[in-house]
């Protein structure tokens, strides 16, 4: 199936199962397999790296959300209602409606964005990204990573609307020392959420070939793999996090050698959820990939444009560990209604 008629289908799907903020939820069936993906929905997740046993019993019942998009490209308004795709889909104002109302419902909630928050409408050749972070600064988002669009107005470019941002924006991989990326890039953040320690760190896509040179300057690409080990042992070991979230812009998969979010998973241990962005993949469930030790980590990714809001939630045993994991996603639309 082209790519474009697999998204087509994706989005026509979702809309149809989750406009009306319904979750697709099923029960994960058998244990991953090495170098094989499975949907993830309500229900126990067996095999999971989960919590590192530092959570003490004061977390019990508890209950994390995680709430995700990434490649929004500018994308503050809906499409038309006369759009050829996804007619009337997305908006910034109702996302940030939808947010306020599961916060309301869920209080210990993360709100990620794995990058390309740039490009794509005439917002961003107006304000160049700058009307974007204000308003994401506005909903409270917790960090972002960078995606290859956050380039297009080169480092610069990037350094004059980055101060409208109040979040972090990660990126463990791109060596920014000396550049005017530098004072707004970090390679990790660890948050507090009910008593539990959350390490999130951000990785960038190979920039050679994607940006143009001049657009990136003296900023370094380094193996994601690599990095991801490095970040993965530093958080649960010197920082004492207990679940790990790794902001990609890798892009969720490729026929060739490039790395991607499942060929990460597959090599690396100890990340507990790759949010991924760059391919613009509609995902109506995370996937669990087999990772070196055995345990699993779950990938997913939530389309493009703002038409889908990802969620997540982690709920607690009375030791503090994972005990269900549950996947929604949702398409915002006319017609939003949120459950929960």
Not at 41 to 69: C, F, R
Request: hydrophobic share 40%; charged share 20%.
């Amino acid at each position: 199936m082209k790519r474009s008629e697999f998204l087509k289908k994706c989005v026509v799907l979702t809309a149809g199962s989750l406009i009306a903020g319904q979750s697709m939820a099923r029960q994960i069936t058998g244990p991953a397999v090495p170098g094989a993906v499975e949907p993830v929905a309500a229900g126990k997740l067996d095999g999971l790296s989960g919590l590192s046993g530092q959570a003490d019993a004061a977390t019990a019942a508890e209950t994390v959300t995680i709430l995700y998009t990434n490649d929004t490209h500018a994308r503050l308004d809906p499409f038309p209602d006369n759009a050829v795709e996804y007619a009337g889909l997305g908006g910034i104002s109702r996302r940030a409606t939808l947010v306020k109302k599961i916060r309301r419902g869920s209080p210990h909630t993360l709100l990620l964005d794995a990058g390309d928050v740039f490009q794509g409408t005439p917002w961003f050749n107006v304000f160049g990204g700058e009307k974007d972070l204000k308003l994401m600064s506005q909903m409270g988002y917790d960090a972002i990573c960078l995606g290859n669009h956050e380039f297009d107005n080169g480092l610069d470019g990037f350094a004059d609307v980055a101060p409208a941002a109040d979040f972090p924006i990660l990126c463990a991989n791109y060596r920014v020392d000396g550049t005017p990326m530098a004072p707004f890039v970090e390679p990790f953040i660890v948050r507090e959420v009910a008593g539990l320690r959350f390490g999130i760190f951000g990785l960038g896509i190979r920039l050679d070939g994607v940006v143009r040179p001049e657009l990136y300057g003296d900023v370094e690409y380094l193996d994601p793999v690599r990095w991801a080990r490095g970040m993965a042992e530093s958080l649960r070991g010197y920082h004492r996090c207990d679940y790990i979230i790794c902001l990609s812009h890798l892009g969720y998969h490729y026929d060739d050698e490039r790395i991607d979010d499942r060929k990460l998973a597959s090599q690396t241990n100890g990340i507990d959820l790759v949010i991924g962005g760059h391919t613009h993949t509609f995902m109506d469930q995370p996937e669990a990939i087999r990772t070196p030790d055995g345990n699993s980590t779950l990938v997913t990714q939530a389309g493009h444009s703002g038409i889908n809001l990802g969620r997540v939630d982690l709920q607690f045993d009375e030791f503090g560990r994972i005990s269900q994991t549950l996947a929604h996603q949702y398409t915002i639309g006319a017609r939003d209604h949120v459950a929960g």
